[in-house]
Nanobody
Framework: QARLMETGGGLVQPGESLTLSCAAS????????RAWYRQVPGEQRELVAE???????NYHDSVKGRFTITMDNAKDTVTLQMNNLKPEDTGIYYC?????WGQGTQVTVSS
């Protein structure tokens, strides 16, 4: 089974940007939707953005207009560009493809 590895998390101030990347250890069929989820302590993991191989990307209402998800099937990567970050964007971000989850990367937005 392929493994997913997220990179790009960190500590930023409100209004700044981060780019999260997710790389697969081996090729994953393009039929599977690529997605990013977010989880904060005490709450359920929630969908932030997803992109099917064909069709439009879908975003959580709170990130529309600020986040952009893209995928590169040739490189088996999926990226989440996060702009104008807010403190409520803080959490652990997980990459998800098919039934595979990454280990997560921490994003902290604080002044």
């Amino acid at each position: 089974q392929a493994r997913l590895m997220e990179t790009g998390g960190g500590l930023v101030q409100p209004g700044e940007s981060l780019t999260l990347s997710c790389a697969a250890s081996r090729s994953i069929h393009e039929i599977y939707t690529r997605a990013w989820y977010r989880q904060v302590p005490g709450e359920q993991r929630e969908l932030v953005a997803e992109i099917p191989n064909s069709g439009r990307a879908n975003y959580h209402d709170s990130v529309k207009g600020r986040f952009t998800i893209t995928m590169d099937n040739a490189k088996d990567t999926v990226t989440l560009q996060m702009n104008n970050l807010k403190p409520e964007d803080t959490g652990i971000y997980y990459c998800h493809i098919g039934q595979i989850w990454g280990q997560g990367t921490q994003v902290t937005v604080s002044s």
